[in-house]
């Protein structure tokens, strides 16, 4: 142990990763910033063994990919649960920032490690879209048309903008070879921003979920709540597996399993389904580039949060109306992903149109109206409890001068009996002796 505290790698990471204080009251929610990690190293791993045998030509890619399946030991498995894994990936990631939202984990002092999360989002999607061209399928092919043409709707530079990005008048092979190296690039990028995200995490600690401060309720993260991570790991692992093993193709479209044709059309094309969401966006808004500004804005409105929203009560745990909003939010999201894989029509295209209404209206109105309702019940109720206080302090200043009263009136009325009595009988007395005296005297 010794040895481990002197060497400054081995401290950090002992210090990183065992004696670190955390909120002893986390729960189950707070094991997908782990089960993300695990699912962004065995994306690196296994891309790596495939780009061992992966060929970026247009004439040699899709056959690639074949040869990986059905040549390489255990390619098959390594393609399928590269393949699945993204998926997983998603699901994790996307659970990581419901969490976030519903626990208010971007608030003071933990800005960054928002930020640097939503960062992090943005280049996991670019990187997923990049991957899913090099299958060089039908729904890759024409999903990379697709979302490429997109740049064409900004004005002036668009269209010279799609050229660059293809390489060319078209996807052709200058595009997947691109694509392949910045797929390649991208997950290392992705490692760093998430190493910066965790030093940044434990810089300002971990939040919790009744969103108070923990300082005198810690314990250490090592064996506690790495117990528990592996827990969440190991069930994880088996529901992955059960995808892995017995359905390996669920989450996939059924069209990317015929070679790339530019003459040929795919009757709907439709990307994965952890792009749906944002596509369904995209599909709702009639104009092309206002379409493309919902877009980008849809995932770039996160990064601000922090900005718009300052809330006094952290955590949803005890604000019912805004849990309330926020499950409106949550459904939301799960029906226009569900809308991204229909064909545009009605009355698709007009439930697209109200969700997304929604989802920007819970981003840009709900959770800055409910932290200002949050700032002015806590002002109320603090006006309340002043006037309270002054009223309580009138009321005992006054009962103490009335006392003080009452205790003065009965002190001065006991000293005028006392004189009263005691004078009268002082005075018979002395009557009594003058008149034995006078007796006295007579006889």
Sequence with gaps: MKFLRKNSIFNFIYEFSVIYPSPSNLNIFYNFGFLALLALVSQILTGIFLAMHYVPHVDYAFASVEHIMRDVNYGFFLRYLHANGASFFFIVVYAHIAKGLYFGAYTFPRQLV?????????????????????????MSFWAATVITNLASALPVV?????????GGFSVDNATLERFFSLHYLFPFI??????????ALHTWSSSNPIGVGF??????FTPFFMVKDFFGFFVFLLGAFSFLFFNPNVLGHTDNYIIANPLSTPAHIVPEWYFLLFYAILRSIPNKLAGVVALVTAIIVL???P?????YLRSNVFANVHKIFFWIFMVGCCVLSWIGGKHVGSPYYELGQMLTFIYFVYLLVVLPLMAMLDEGLLKLSNIKGLLLYVLLNFVVRCLVYIYSIVINISTIIGS??????????????KAR???ITKKLFYV
């Design 433 to 435: 002796k003058l008149s």
């Design 158 to 166: 668009g269209v010279h903008l799609v050229h660059w990005l293809w």
């Design 215 to 220: 300082k005198l309720d810690t314990t250490y």
């Design 114 to 138: 928002w930020a640097l999360g939503v960062i992090i989002l943005l280049i996991m999607i670019l990187t997923a879209f990049l991957g899913y061209v090099l299958p060089w399928g039908q």
């Design 416 to 429: 005028r009996l006392h004189l009263i009595f005691v004078d009268s009988d002082e005075n018979v007395k």
């Design 307 to 311: 900005v718009t929203v300052k809330l």
């Design 303 to 305: 990064l601000f949060i």
């Design 190 to 199: 992705i490692l760093a921003l998430v190493l910066f995200h965790l030093i």
